[in-house]
């Protein structure tokens, strides 16, 4: 093989009846610009990227692509090294160029393209010499594959995969067809591998001492089976007298039963992303060690299956699925979803002069991939709609590979898929799908209702991974765990596809759709992933890990002992495990220990005793912890031994002890300063401050700015905080009077045009001279038509933040239906740990649980204690105000100060950018609420720390 990537020669026209006709394939073209191969040209200074999601970029009228249509003209000169010539076969190699192309070699024409994530080879054999060849490409951005083509990413035209030239023997293996079955009664494989060779091929599979004629059933003796937890791949080498070609088999079962999905015998479970190839420079352009990390960062997050929406991937990315362990759906390279707009109507799922069209993508997505045993499904595409075309193209797998099952979530009818796949499916229906095998079919149910329960069911996709969320994924993953039937589901998506763009000021900015000049495009709607684009942990991913974890682990209230949950599938715990326990109290370490690892198989519970340590009696200012954690014994390919498997907790809050009020407040300098005018304070202690008010909205997530999915018949929720006024309630001073050694304030604050308002009842009592109880009871006035984002008190610190340190649910940010890997525990955060660099603006930093935190600024420390329930803290460098007027993270200036919440309740954030809102349970209607308070002037060198990191 000679690789032909590297820098080429290119000019880019507007359309194609402007691009020259000028003899380019042939001539020199020297003056022509440079460019890199693969690459995309949009990202390589000739043009600009657009995103749009199911918008069309151009009119619905197919098959014609528009007149204005970017013409990329690509040049490459080159030698053939001898060993290719001289081999009695060459082939040419793209595998990806978008949208479509014509190639010419020597100036003859090869053929054209289409499938832009697909593998097109030319035979160049007459063609091809050996010195100054050239390999001219015509790549067209749109053309009539387009139309289903219009997957949810940004439009990055271009040769964007490897090229290359491939030398071909007399006696060649030109295809390999490899069947490892696994029989999980007998624990035996069975190999069988078609070949299609010039001359005799044999099959050697050295370490299951195999030597045997291709085309045979070749028993293989006990083998050890490949799954997603335990990949266990075999070399196999297929052989003729000119060629060897080297492959990896692992020996796996896919089939269904009693509506169950299983792999060697045994149910699975879907702990799955959608993944899209992107990286914020490159695009779509592939990088070996990014895929790699990519997939090693999903392994550390207890991600085990893949959807490769919505096209195959690189090819070199099935080799690292199949390597590091991935249940793979594999999508073809196919999606309509512009014709939504036109009430499908010509539609080419439908169309039978789209048919061969259709058959020849799905036909290459399998020759493709067809030998990778992570590839459990194959998936005829997405958001298509129906038609005999997609039909067309499940009776051909099924002809082809019947070995693995065929997907597609547009078949509400499953009659031609082998699962029932929806998107989106709120948590009720759900559990209606669910409960469908569960309880009998009514009589008069008809074939499709019958058939489809009969399919095992996933989510292909039911989370959106927008901004501040997705919220309500453990309250799905115990509806998947609780029906067999479940077989898990995918979060939309994998990573944020923003484009960095480095400005003349050298500053890196990310940009989404609309900020590249487009007239048609769908706005942040890309950035919407687990992982920022430069791959940074989002707190949605942490939560979704917890969530997902292997090891659910609940200890006992009275701490006597714990129950293990084993959620894996097909491995133990005893030799794959550790389990840990420590206590601490007020952030110190009491006791810790190892617990015995009992035997427990997959999807089993056990019981684990905890030592007499873990609940003795022990008084605690804070809080009592007891945090018991399973770890990896081993280290493995995507973690070092004691990667954290799972973990659970047991947490005893003090008694709260209200501190005595000054003996004498008029001998000293009050600890607090009120505003006469307002109400507010004005300082703690030498403190400068403004607050409290109080507070209903935030500053508005992704999902709040969104229309849900189960209440179509309502506008978004920030649409309907704005039109009641939440976002700029105006306060009223009631009552400011001495009363009981302190002081009581009464203030309304309401909306603006309406009756609605919330009454404050706020008693400050000094503590000495730099401290403050405070006993504030909240309640509602009117009748509010809308549950609240929150309901908090905001106070202003005249400094910027430099950290914070809590006692409290964390580290990382969480809210009512976003909670599952917060941990009770004493931390450290830094300014840059506060509040998540959203690529669009928007609330976020939210630490629920907090019981004590120390709020840092270069002017000294604000402590707030609870002297009731715990609250939730947010404290930003930004206004509310100032997050909600941004489009951009790099918009936003910090202003000097620290913005504080201390939030009493708050409402859920839901996944409303693709799926349901915020559930019930999670919503924070009109209600009276009080809490007690401790608010403390503190040096910020002498708030306390904990003695270890938490």
């Excluded at 594959?145 to 439009?155: F, G, S």
């Excluded at 791959?535 to 974890?549: D, F, N, T």
């Excluded at 200890?555 to 206590?583: C, H, K, P, S, Y």
């Excluded at 990667?643 to 003090?654: N, P, Y």
Aim: include cysteine; hydrophobic fraction near 40%; aromatic fraction near 8%.
């Amino acid at each position: 093989m000679q690789s032909l990537n590297g820098s080429w020669r290119f000019r880019l026209s507007p359309a194609l009846r402007a691009a020259p006709d000028d003899g380019w394939q042939t001539r020199a073209v020297d003056d022509w610009d440079a460019i890199d191969v693969p690459a995309h040209w949009n990202l390589q200074g000739f043009g600009a990227p657009a995103y749009s999601n199911v918008q069309m970029p151009f009119p619905v009228d197919p098959p014609h692509p528009p007149d204005a249509n970017p013409i990329g003209d690509y040049r490459l000169d080159f030698d053939a090294p001898a060993d290719v010539v001289a081999h009695p076969r060459q082939l040419l190699r793209f595998d990806g160029i978008e949208s479509a192309a014509e190639v010419w070699l020597n100036g003859a024409l090869l053929g054209t393209t289409r499938g832009s994530r697909l593998t097109h080879e030319f035979d160049v054999t007459d063609v091809l010499v050996p010195t100054a060849n050239r390999l001219a490409v015509r790549v067209a951005q749109f053309s009539d594959a387009t139309y289903i083509e219009n997957q949810d990413m940004w439009w990055l035209p271009g040769i964007f995969r490897d090229v290359a030239l491939l030398a071909r023997p007399a006696a060649a293996v030109d295809d390999v067809q490899l069947v490892a079955d696994f029989d999980p009664a007998t624990g035996e494989g069975t190999l069988s591998v078609r070949v299609r060779a010039t001359g005799a091929a044999r099959v050697l599979v050295p370490e299951l001492g195999i030597d045997a004629p291709a085309d045979e059933r070749i028993p293989a003796g006990e083998v050890e089976p490949w799954t997603a937890e335990t990949p266990r791949l075999y070399d196999v080498v297929v052989r003729t007298a000119d060629e060897t070609v080297s492959m990896r088999a692992g020996f796996r079962r896919v089939e269904v039963r009693d509506a169950q999905l299983l792999v060697n015998g045994a149910p699975i479970m879907l702990r799955g992303v959608n993944r899209h190839e992107h990286h914020p420079e490159r695009g779509r352009v592939f990088d070996a060690a990014d895929a790699r990390a990519d997939l090693l960062l999903m392994k550390r997050h207890h991600i085990n299956a893949v959807r490769t929406s919505h096209y195959p991937p690189h090819p070199d990315t099935l080799d690292l699925f199949d390597e590091l362990g991935f249940w793979v759906i594999d999508e073809c390279d196919l999606e309509s979803h512009g014709f939504e707009h036109v009430g499908w109507s010509g539609n080419p799922s439908a169309d039978p002069r789209w048919r061969d069209a259709y058959l020849d993508r799905m036909r290459r997505t399998v020759h493709r991939d067809k030998n990778h045993p992570s590839v459990i499904m194959w998936s005829l595409g997405n958001e298509a709609h129906e038609g005999a075309n997609l039909e067309a193209m499940s009776r051909w797998v099924k002809g082809f590979d019947p070995t693995r099952l065929v997907h597609y979530e547009g078949d509400r009818g499953s009659r031609y898929v082998d699962v029932y796949s929806r998107m989106y499916a709120s948590h009720a229906e759900v559990r209606e799908i669910g409960q469908e095998t569960v309880d009998a079919l009514p009589y008069d149910a008809d074939a499709d209702t019958v058939r489809r329960a009969s399919l095992p069911f996933l989510q292909c996709e039911f989370a959106h991974a927008m901004g501040t969320g997705p919220g309500g994924l453990e309250e799905y993953w115990d509806l998947f765990e609780r029906y067999p039937r479940i077989a898990g589901g995918f979060v939309w998506e994998w990573v944020e596809q923003a484009i960095a763009v480095t400005g003349d000021d050298g500053v890196r900015r990310l940009r989404y759709g609309g900020d590249f000049g487009e007239a048609v495009h769908d706005g942040n709607y890309v950035i919407d992933g687990l992982v920022s684009a430069d791959r940074e942990p989002r707190p949605g991913l942490l939560h979704y890990a917890a969530v997902i974890a292997p090891v659910r682990i609940d200890v006992a209230g009275d701490r006597t002992g714990v129950r293990i949950e084993n959620r894996w599938d097909f491995l133990r715990l005893e030799g794959q495990v550790a389990l840990t326990w420590e206590r601490r109290v007020d952030g110190r370490v009491l006791a810790s220990g190892e617990l015995a690892v009992p035997a427990c198989g997959p999807r089993l519970r056990a019981e684990v005793a905890l030592p007499h340590e873990a609940r003795v009696s022990i008084e605690a200012a804070v809080a009592d912890v007891v945090t018991v954690t399973a770890v990896g014994v081993g280290a493995q390919p995507w973690a070092d031994a004691g990667h954290v498997l799972g973990a659970g907790q047991s947490v005893v809050h003090a008694v709260a002890v209200a501190p005595a009020p000054s003996a004498d407040a008029s001998s000293a300098r009050p600890a607090c300063e009120i505003d006469a005018v307002t109400g507010e304070l004005t300082r703690i202690g030498s403190l400068p401050l403004r607050g409290p008010s109080v507070g209903l909205w935030r500053a508005p997530t992704d999902n709040d700015l969104d229309v849900a999915d189960d209440e179509l018949d309502l506008p978004p929720v920030a649409t309907r905080w704005r039109d009641i006024g939440m976002d700029r309630m105006v306060p009223r001073l009631q009552q400011l009077s001495p009363e009981s050694g302190g002081t009581r304030v009464r203030v309304r604050t309401g909306a603006p045009i309406t009756g609605l308002a919330v009454d404050a009842d706020l008693l400050w009592t000094p503590v000495g001279e730099r401290a403050v109880r405070l006993d504030a009871v909240f309640d509602p006035v009117g009748r509010w038509p809308h549950a609240w984002a929150r309901l908090g008190l905001d106070l202003v610190i005249e400094a910027a933040p430099a950290g914070v340190r809590m006692a409290g649910l964390g580290p990382m940010p969480s809210y009512p239906d976003m909670r599952a890997a917060a941990r009770f525990g004493w931390y450290d955060l830094g300014p840059a740990d506060l509040v998540v660099d959203d690529v669009f603006p928007q609330e976020s930093g939210s630490r629920r649980g907090v019981v004590d935190a120390t709020v840092l600024t270069a002017r000294g420390g604000l402590r707030v204690r609870t002297l009731s329930e715990p609250f939730a803290l947010t404290v930003s460098p930004f206004s509310r105000a100032a997050i909600a007027a941004a489009r951009h993270g790099w918009e936003l200036e910090a202003d000097g100060r620290t913005h504080v919440s201390v939030d009493l309740a708050q409402s859920g954030v839901g996944t409303a950018t693709c799926g349901p809102g915020i559930l019930p349970r999670h919503r924070l209607t009109a209600r009276p609420l009080s809490i007690s308070l401790l608010l403390e002037q503190v040096d910020a060198d002498a708030a306390e720390e904990p003695d270890e990191p938490a």
